[in-house]
């Protein structure tokens, strides 16, 4: 059973930054059936959709929303994925989902982010 806490999020203006961490209860990168480990968001009235994901070899891939604006990270010895947002726009307003994906799939509460124009 994987447990994931997100935190970090906030009001922020256009162009600012903000860093989200998801907190897992174990030592996700550790778990042989790792599929996936990301960052999701889904704004008021969308679908969710993938925002960035780093593998368990530390491989990172990114939606072209997000590319060259945010950087996925991990600390393993702290078991805690971070999504580094920098060059926010009003567009990137969403609540933030932490994801894991072994043989169940796993999600955190979801934080609030909201960039104002």
Do not use: H
């Not at 897992?24 to 008021?44: D, E, H, T």
């Not at 070899?57 to 590319?67: E, F, L, M, V």
């Amino acid at each position: 059973q994987v447990q994931l806490v997100e935190s970090g999020g906030g009001l922020v203006q256009a162009g600012g930054s903000l860093r989200l961490s998801c907190a897992a209860s174990g030592n996700i990168f550790s778990i042989i059936s790792l599929k996936l480990v990301g960052w999701y968001r889904q704004a008021p009235g969308k679908q969710r959709e993938l925002v960035a994901t780093i593998s368990s070899s530390g491989s990172t891939d990114y939606a072209d929303s997000a590319k060259g604006r945010f950087t996925i990270s991990r600390d393993t010895s702290e078991n805690t994925v971070y999504l580094q947002m920098n060059s926010l726009k009003p567009e990137d307003t969403a609540v933030y989902y932490c994801r894991v994906m072994t043989t169940r799939d796993y999600w955190g509460q979801g934080t609030q982010v909201t960039v104002s124009s």
